[in-house]
């Protein structure tokens, strides 16, 4: 954890956040500027800045990242679609120094994307 990270804040409870799903290294909630009519943030617990500073040791908790956000679609009702983002660093879009993935759907999106 990294006492500075608002993420790092709400995985602790610190911060209030409307959660979709929590276990021991996996946090869901909803985002609260969303950018579509279902939008997730799905994190690890563990403080890793961008998808740029994974090791090979966060493998495992990568694997179960993605697979958390294909569940938490099929729970949401995304059976027609949806869009998956990782923004890395600033120049991707990165606002906030945690990894998180972002769950889009319930709407048609379009691409390019920005």
């Known amino acids: ?10 995985a602790a409870g610190g911060i209030p956040a409307k959660k979709v799903r929590e276990d021991d290294a ?3 909630f909803h985002d609260i500027d969303p950018k579509a009519p279902t939008h997730i ?6 403080h890793i800045a961008s998808l740029a500073d994974a090791k090979a040791d966060d493998a495992v ?3 179960r990242l993605l697979l958390a956000v294909a569940e938490i679609a099929r729970e949401q009702g995304l059976g027609k679609g949806y869009r998956v983002v990782i923004s890395t660093g600033a120049e991707g879009g ?11 759907g319930g709407r048609q999106m379009h691409w390019p994307p920005g």
């Open 61 to 63: 908790l990568l694997g």
């Open 26 to 28: 996996l946090l869901a």
């Open 94 to 104: 990165q606002t906030v120094d945690h990894l998180h993935v972002h769950l889009l």
């Open 1 to 10: 954890m990294s006492a500075d990270c608002i993420f790092c804040k709400i």
């Open 41 to 46: 943030l799905v994190i690890p617990k563990k």
